[in-house]
């Protein structure tokens, strides 16, 4: 079995910043790409990929992000981090990371956190 934890989130004024980080821990043989998810608590909305970095340290971020946020890693701790600055209302959510991870014994899977709560107040 394999954990995610996230911490770091909260409420925030517009304009702020924090930051994200999520540990993984367990069985782990190695994680391939991590990312940030995030939910926007409204009608309609679905879970949506906010960022992603491979385990060589490519990222990739939405466009509703980017120029803002950061994600980056810590390979030796199994950790990944999301510095989101600039911060707006319509980024208020619930967000959760994601780890593509091998287990030992060799099996792939996918594994998420339990979710942050970001507010940010206008």
């Known amino acids: 079995q394999v954990q995610l934890v996230e911490s770091g989130g909260g409420l925030v004024q517009a304009g702020g910043s924090l930051r994200l980080s999520c540990a993984a821990s367990?069985?782990?043989?190695?994680?391939?790409?991590m990312g940030w998810y995030r939910h926007r608590q409204a009608p309609g909305k679905q879970r949506e990929l906010v960022a992603t970095i491979t385990s060589r340290g490519t990222t990739s971020y939405a466009d509703s992000v980017k120029g803002r946020f950061t994600i980056s890693r810590d390979n030796a701790k199994n950790t990944v981090y999301l510095q989101m600055n600039s911060l707006k209302p319509e980024d208020t959510a619930v967000y959760y990371c994601n780890a593509d991870t091998v287990v030992l014994g060799g099996i792939r899977m996918a594994y998420w956190g339990q979710g942050t709560q970001v507010t940010v107040s206008s």
């Open positions: 367990g069985n782990i043989f190695h994680i391939n790409a």
